[in-house]
């Protein structure tokens, strides 16, 4: 079974308006942690956001923020005011542990297009 | 601060010769690395984990004796590709976890390999 699921391959969005991105998960460990990464098309991991299994209030970080919705087990990422630069591959991961060391999981990723 | 380091950039070798993919953590030291492995328009797939003065653990279908690792340093783990074939081209990305801080991966630029 996929432990992370990212559904859409692909999403357009106008610029300045805001999008999400689906993300849900599959663990029966209880401590875990979620992460977010933008991959532009030069390639690198650009780390956006974090939500711990434990944490009671859903992260934001600027204009990133991740709805966290433990029973559903979903871990959107709404992005506000897109911009030209968000264009990107957006991937979605799982940690099934809270310790750094242990195994990250991603999804298979959406492709996001800001549309000028 | 937290820059994470690979070289080369890019690689292009022929059928059989191996090649070796430098990973550095250039401001923080780092017990653990991580290398993933990403075909194009696909997820990051964890190959294996490196531990600095240990030997490194692979996921489950990486050849060890294909895909050797070995984290000299606590700023530097190296993945040599040995009798690379076409198969192997792909994108290889390293990631390294902070001694001092354990929670996120910090990911380097990727390196693009191509085998003729």
């Known amino acids: 079974a996929q432990k992370i699921t990212q559904t859409q391959p692909g999403m357009f969005v106008q610029e300045k308006e805001a999008v999400t991105l689906d993300c849900t998960y599959d663990?029966?460990?209880?401590?875990?942690?979620l992460f977010w990464y933008k991959q532009p098309s030069s390639g690198e991991m650009i780390f956006l956001i974090y939500?711990?299994?434990?944490?009671?209030q859903n992260a934001t970080e600027g204009r990133y923020s991740l709805n966290f919705q433990k029973a559903r087990k979903s871990a959107n990422l709404v992005i506000s005011a897109s911009q030209l630069g968000d264009s990107a591959m957006y991937f979605c991961?799982?940690?099934?542990?809270?310790?750094?060391?242990?195994?990250?999981?991603f999804g298979t990723g959406t492709k996001l297009q800001v549309i000028p | 601060g937290a820059v994470v380091s690979q070289h080369p950039s890019w690689v292009i070798c022929k059928s059989g010769t191996s090649v070796k993919i430098e990973c550095r953590s250039l401001?923080?030291?780092?017990?653990?690395m991580f290398w993933y492995r990403q075909f194009p328009k696909q997820s990051l797939m964890l190959m294996a984990t490196?531990?600095?003065?240990?030997?490194?653990?692979?996921e489950q279908g990486v050849e060890k004796d294909k895909f050797l690792i070995n984290h000299a340093s606590l700023t530097l783990s190296t993945l040599t590709v040995t009798s690379a074939h076409p198969e192997d081209s792909s994108f290889y990305i390293c990631?390294?976890?902070?001694?001092?801080?354990?929670?996120?991966?910090?990911f380097g630029p990727g390196t693009r390999l191509t085998v003729l």
């Open positions: 990631s390294a976890l902070p001694l001092t801080s354990g929670d996120e991966q910090f």
């Open positions: 663990t029966s460990d209880p401590s875990y942690g």
């Open positions: 939500q711990g299994s434990y944490d009671q």
């Open positions: 991961a799982m940690r099934e542990g809270l310790e750094g060391y242990q195994k990250v999981t």
């Open positions: 401001d923080f030291q780092a017990t653990t």
């Open positions: 490196s531990n600095e003065g240990s030997k490194a653990t692979y």
